[in-house]
């Protein structure tokens, strides 16, 4: 309180001057009493103004100094809900980044998960391979020589029978019902997924539709079906597609190619109109395959269409 002090200190001093000249004036005559008396009143009034004055500079001093220390409090809350604010958002960020990176982690998992399955398949698929050759050498293998029989190797036309003269080991292709050979299997393929790649669909169906009928027990020939689905499908041949898709699940349900097919099966009988059978496909394959890429197209699917993914939530 500075300057109240200072102007406090003045008053007082001026009254103390006042007093002190009304004192020391020496007295010359009695009629001059009244006007020292009127004086000392008028100094007295003076001193309880400054008083008054003084009293009101303090209340209103005081009344300042509480509202800049409310001020500087508020401040402080202030500052401290900011800090806590930005320690929220800090940490926020943080679990995101973690669970970005625990993510970015489980895709590369699922990347190297994906190429040691597919490394099994071609595996497992050379083992199917092998077997059907051994299968088709046993086939084509001469039963012994019996009597009236043809010698081992001749038809009884005498020609040369099927795989005579052939190395030890190797074996013939398979052969249609007319006798002719079969077309090579892998080439084959290829050829129908080149030809579906390019949009020649009449080709590719052909292509696929052999690999079908000469190797009906290959993997391939699941892996055909579903391609027969896909291109009725781009033609939105719906029925036709879901019937190969049904193709597929039914004859072929390991095949890599199978969650594919449910899925766009679903797809297709929501399609048709068939929107509840669609539903149904969608939240059995969610169900059945919880942690694959078509289960995620299937559930954005759902959600597109305003449904739940499974059917006990309301």
Known sequence: ?????????????????????VVFTPVKAHAASKEIIALQTQVQQLLDMVQRMQSTLDQKFGVLQHLVEQTADNANQMTQTVNSLQQKLNQQNDALSGKIDTASGQVQSLNDSVDELKTRIAKLDKSVQDLQNQLQNIQTAPAGAQPGAAPAGTTPEGA??????????????????????????????????????????P???GEFQDVIHYYPMDDLAGSSQFYLGEIAYRQQ?????????????????????????????????????????????????????????????AKAKLNALGVHSTASQR
């Open 1 to 21: 309180m500075p300057k109240a002090f200072t102007l406090r200190h003045r008053s007082v001093v001026a009254a103390a001057v006042l007093a002190a000249i």
């Open 160 to 201: 040369p029978a099927p795989g005579a003269g052939s190395a030890p080991g190797t074996t013939a292709p398979p052969t249609a019902s007319g006798g002719a050979p079969a077309l090579p299997l892998k080439e084959t393929f290829q050829a129908a997924l080149r030809d579906y790649n390019a949009a020649k669909y």
């Open 203 to 205: 080709v590719a169906t």
């Open 237 to 297: 041949d719906y029925a036709e597609a879901i019937k190969n898709y049904n193709a597929v699940l039914e004859n072929f349900s390991g095949n890599p190619k199978a969650v594919t097919a449910q899925l766009h099966k679903g797809f297709a009988l929501i399609s048709t109109a068939k929107k509840d059978a669609g539903i149904h496909e969608l939240r059995l394959l969610i169900q059945r395959h919880p942690q694959t890429p078509e289960a995620a197209q």
